[in-house]
């Protein structure tokens, strides 16, 4: 009973994260920043806004662009992984099938930065967030160590592979003081932002 209760504070913050991102979904897909601020209720500026915004070329345009990339992103996505389409892909691919599965969402997603004039993505980072990133252990290793160590039995194989690994893991990443400055600045640069007061608030 007490390793189930253990389970009740994460299954809840779990639901308070997913129920954020959903609100914050909700929030940047609203057309209120394109209206520059329309009030939301259901007043007569408002309904004005609204009509505006959908006769208004330099909006239309984006929300079309931005829709046909949603729709080349999901329909990727769903299309491919439908029963038919990964058979078909086994059948032809065999193992491959998930890795050209992943390639192709990595095409669509290079569509999209291209379309929006992004170019390559780490391209947009500073030098200093770049080394950040090749000193940095993905969070994926903390479940290879996981899978590695966290059996009923370990073979000779089994042991000298997971030390191996781990060993590696360990000692081939790392961050060092200069990227822990890095950390600390950006730390300190989201709490003043998080700090200051938001439009429409009271100083």
Not at 14 to 34: H, K, M
Request: aromatic share 8%; with cysteine; proline share 5%.
């Amino acid at each position: 009973m007490a390793p189930a209760l253990l389970l009740v504070p994460a299954a809840l913050a779990s639901f308070i994260l997913a129920f954020g991102t959903g609100v914050e979904f909700v929030r940047f897909t609203s057309l209120r920043p394109l209206l520059g601020g329309i009030p939301e209720s259901g007043g007569p500026d408002a309904r004005q806004g609204w009509l505006a915004a959908l006769q208004d070329q330099s909006i239309l345009v984006p929300l079309a662009w931005d829709l046909g990339l949603l729709l080349l992103f999901v329909g990727q996505h769903s299309l491919m992984a439908t029963e038919t389409v990964k058979a078909w892909m086994s059948r032809y691919f065999g193992v491959l099938q998930r890795s050209l599965y992943v390639a192709c969402t990595a095409l669509a997603l290079q569509v999209y930065y291209h379309v929006l004039g992004l170019g390559e993505p780490l391209a947009l980072k500073s030098p200093r967030a770049l080394r950040l990133f090749s000193h940095l252990r993905h969070p994926v290793c903390i479940e290879l160590l996981t899978v590695l160590w966290v059996v009923p039995t370990l073979g000779t194989d089994r042991l000298l592979l997971a030390l191996l690994l781990t060993l590696y893991l360990g000692l081939a990443h790392g961050l060092d003081q200069q990227d822990l400055r890095y950390l600390r600045a950006q730390l300190q640069r989201k709490l003043h932002l998080l700090s200051r007061p938001q439009d429409g608030e009271a100083e």
